[in-house]
């Protein structure tokens, strides 16, 4: 209670000093007279402040702010006071005017607030949303890639056996000659050992001929060359799976009507909206084009297309929005940029 006083107390002293005392004597004022400025002084300092000043009465002018006022040909005594009652409402009306401006400018930037918060619900809305495609795409490109790979591994694994069989045939067709061989060599070499052991001498010399002709044989029987089989190399097989290329998708931005046409200005690139309604002024749908200038008050904007001609369209009149942000490649986030740039395993797999 007591700060409260205290604070009028203190506006009270504050109307005394600027409205009730005379700026010219320092005293409370006499037989006021109030000027055009709504300075106020006594009838009889302002008289005398005007006999000092001999410029005064050919320019009347405030002592305080020299804000020039008419003064009668009778002089001060004449002066009437400002009519302080219609200055007010005068004024009164100027500033609930400019207040009735600025709760208009509130309620437009509460629209444009709740707008925003709107959008920024939207905003996460999409984000989570697209998180969890990616999450679920990329889960079934690693089952399909697994399945691939596990496939392929399998080929690869089949036909390493089949050329191995191959093989085989060639290496026991060679076994078989040389047992056979070794056979007659062995079969030979006892029948002679037989001959010299149990033979005399005039049959030896009898056998001899015989005996030496199938030793003869059997040494200059030719060994075939083995055959080469060649070494069993992971490298020597592709393990690069049937899938070329896998792509999980694209991350593509678009702005909602309001914020993009918030924001659009010259050189933006643009596409055909979801309102759209002018046929193909743009060239077709996908065709792009690039804005001339700033959307004016009307919510209108001007763009020139690739394909040729060049139009206005509606960026908010109406509560249409004619055009999109254009979806260029060079503002994609895809695989065809990451393959390019690729670790080693990406390459392994074919992506």
């Given at each position: ?140 490109l690693i089952h399909l890639l697994t399945e691939q790979i596990e496939l392929h591994a399998e080929n690869l694994k089949r036909e390493v056996d089949e050329r191995a069989a191959v093989k085989r045939i060639v290496i026991d067709k060679y076994k078989k000659e040389m047992e056979e061989q070794i056979d007659r060599a062995s079969s030979t070499c006892d029948y002679s050992g037989k001959v010299l052991s149990y033979g005399n001498n005039t ?149």
């Amino acid at each position: 209670m007591a700060t409260s006083n205290e604070d009028r107390a203190a506006v009270l002293d504050k109307i005394d000093e600027d409205f009730l005392t005379c700026s010219i004597c320092q005293e409370r004022i006499t037989n006021p007279k109030i000027l055009d400025c709504l300075h106020s002084f006594c009838a009889r300092c302002l008289k005398d402040y005007a006999a000092k000043n001999p410029i005064f009465k050919a320019n009347p002018s405030c002592p305080v702010c020299r804000m020039s006022f008419r003064l009668p040909e009778s002089g001060v005594d004449g002066h009437k006071n400002i009519d302080i009652d219609n200055a007010a409402k005068t004024t009164k009306d100027a500033i609930l005017s400019q207040i009735s401006v600025a709760e208009e400018r509130i309620s437009q930037c509460q629209y444009s607030l709740n707008r925003a918060e709107q959008t920024g619900q939207e905003l996460e809305s999409c984000r989570v949303k697209a998180k969890k495609d990616i999450d679920e795409r990329a889960k079934n490109l690693i089952h399909l890639l697994t399945e691939q790979i596990e496939l392929h591994a399998e080929n690869l694994k089949r036909e390493v056996d089949e050329r191995a069989a191959v093989k085989r045939i060639v290496i026991d067709k060679y076994k078989k000659e040389m047992e056979e061989q070794i056979d007659r060599a062995s079969s030979t070499c006892d029948y002679s050992g037989k001959v010299l052991s149990y033979g005399n001498n005039t049959e030896v010399l009898l056998m001899e001929k015989q005996v030496c002709g199938k030793l003869n044989s059997v040494t200059k029987e030719s060994i075939s060359k083995l055959p080469t089989t060649g070494k069993m190399k992971l490298e020597n097989y592709n393990m690069v799976p049937v899938i070329k290329y896998a792509d999980i998708g694209r991350v593509v931005w678009t702005m909602s009507g309001p914020l993009l046409a918030a924001e659009m200005t010259e050189g933006d690139r643009v596409e055909r909206g979801s309102d759209w309604i002018w046929q193909n002024q743009d060239g077709g749908a996908g065709c792009k084009g690039t804005v001339l200038s700033k959307p004016n008050k009307g919510h209108w904007v001007k763009v020139k297309w690739d394909k040729g001609g060049e139009n206005i369209y509606r960026m908010g009149a109406s509560g249409h929005y004619d055009l999109e942000r254009a979806d260029d490649r060079d503002k994609r986030l895809n695989l065809d940029q990451v393959s390019k740039t690729s670790s080693s395993w990406l390459n392994w797999i074919g992506l």
